[in-house]
């Protein structure tokens, strides 16, 4: 595509969901769940053909700054931004859409999650120019729904309008606006209306989500506003170690908030954002159930990664490195062995890890608790 | 109590049921299953103060004799009796009598396996002293039945004849009959019917169960004979070389059978067998099951050893060396951390674990499965 197009890959999240396997030093973009490959390394190859390396941009933070790099090795140094701490994707946006305005003031970015899932691949570079196209006929705010497969509680949808153009990959359509994420009856009931899940996969020109931010998200853009002033249109990567401090310092200061409430939803309801309706196989692999869901299982629904023995065992879930993990009588249940802890759950609970880890770090178990 | 008193031990088990805690190497007895000490330590201090070291005899196979000392080293070299390979209870039994008849005619034995778990030390010493007290009395051959405290489906049951004698440890009563391990109705009526469950410890005069062997299995006393005399009055653990070896030639011929088949059902028929009635906290400790049954429990019912968090579960057991395990939301499940294995069980379901080896030699996984 056209040079002014860039990538921007959000991989600064920690994922506590993957817990015993994700960690704070080994966050699930860094994890190998459905390759051999970890999901950020997956991503960028996803949109490389797509924008090129010199125009894919990582945003990061400090502690996996390094990790990252080490991933993706053959990326400019100068396209990873950091930042100080994690503050939520409307500053981290914010971030990226200061960088590539000051590359090239027409740029239209696409921003993606490091750590989601794509099985379609031509389907999903197919979105993401058609996107591209729209975004260049129409200045509006494109964000990639998906359609829906199942009633998922545990995404957002979005509800769609009237529909704005047609396209092979997908149709786009006005968006009506947001619903967060619902209970299971709601779930079903957006789900045979046609709403989209929100896939958190975007598609804007630079200048278009600055001039958002500082229309819906004053708050948000006092901090966007002093960094660009900080770096008087040079690359935030290699600012001298006084800006790149100031830099830092109008970072931690900005709030953490996310860009869809920040911005979508009430630019949405101005009618300034779109929705592409895709279906590129995609998943955000939230959970162990996500991630069972998505891999290959044997008759009796059982998968799983290494050496393992699912005997009169149905619908299980078991990853291993080095031991063995053998299950009897077992139903619904996901078992991770590493090499500091092992964790057996209720699939359907996957959701709950993150409250077993507030457990474990209340009783002092810190070594094992992410954060 | 006297001298011509013994404690035989029978600690050649396999233990596959505590895979993968037990293995070849680390079969049942030897492990720290509810104490501090291993289950065959804990049976041989249970009975040193009634019998004494000297009179304490061990009966192993040779791929465990060298762990089997280690745990025991005050016991005396003699008195530990190697089979070459384990041929069930009747061989065994058979074989620790032609030693100890060659001790002291007189000899009375208390047989006990080395692998079960005594609560209550001083009522289990005084149903031993009121067994020996009976057998001196009336020459028949007695078995420690336990009373059932629920309809266990593991266990053989001894059904109840006449009361022959009042004791403090329990009453003695003639044996009616055997029922082999019954399914859970049956369990439940003979539960109601007053019968006990067979514990698997013996005791009576060494001459009589030779005798007994000679009348009611005469394939066994084959064996018996030729060893008793290729012994010689000389004692098992000590013959010189060429005699140990005609001694290993002749018990691996002989068959592979219980003493309750190949003796007591027939001697019970014929009036020849009485029980004493226990209730000194006993279990065979036959699965993880009955483990968790025995150990202390949090208020949701969770027991375990090692580092370990039942978060939102109920009724699970957890074993683990170094590693931490983390439940959620499971019930009724036992998880088992070892450097080889992790086993996820339905704990109700632990009889299977045997299956699962079954299953896992199948598959080629030869290192994870006993023998």
Redesign the interface.
Known sequence: MKRKLYAVIMAGGKGTRFW?LSTAERPKQLLKLLSAKSLVQETAERVAPLFGRKNTVIVTVDEQHAAIRKELPRLPRANFLIEPQGNNTAPCIGLAAVELAARDPDAIMAVLPADHWVSDGRRFAQALKESVLFTERENVLITVGIRPTYPETGYGYILKGKKAARGNAGDIYRVAGFAEKPRAKKALQLMRRGALWNSGIFVWRAATILESIRRYAPAVARGVERIQEIARGRRLATLPPKDAAAFRREYRKMPNISIDYAVLEKAGSEGRVAALEADFGWSDVGNWNALHRMLPKDAGGNAGVG?R?A??SKNCLAY?DK????????EN?V?V??????????M??SQ??K??LE??KR?G?KK?AVR
Chains 1, 2 share one sequence.
């Open positions: 015993p050496r023995l005997f009169r291993t031991r063995m993990i053998a299950m009897l009588g077992m249940t078992v062995d590493t090499p500091d802890a092992v964790l057996v759950a209720d359907r609970r709950e890890v409250d077993l457990e474990l009783r178990y094992y």
